[in-house]
């Protein structure tokens, strides 16, 4: 009966992270969308750009960039420590300056749905 138990709790579990994930954009194809390529060649000779604005692919090139997004929650990761960080694959061929992470646990008023 355990087992069973066990066995149904898994596929329930199993079946709520699916549903999450496919109500998620794929974080590759959007960058992509949004015009951040994934050429290093490119990017070492200036050719590509090393970011982008969130939601830019549906943006005129020749108008403003796409409205701020914001979130409010708090910045927590684990390991502790990755809750905000540097960068750590910055290189300074490509960048002036490390980027800075937060990842942020958003409050319920900012999720997407």
Sequence with gaps: MRAALALVSALAVGAAVAAFAATRPDPTTQARADGCGRDVAALFKKEAPTWVYVG????PADGPPP??????????ALPVGLSAHPSGIDDPVTHDAFDFLVNVKPDAPSRRA
Excluded: E, K
Aim: without cysteine.
């Design 67 to 76: 409205v701020p997004q914001w979130a409010a929650g708090i910045a927590d």
């Design 56 to 59: 830019d692919a549906s943006s």
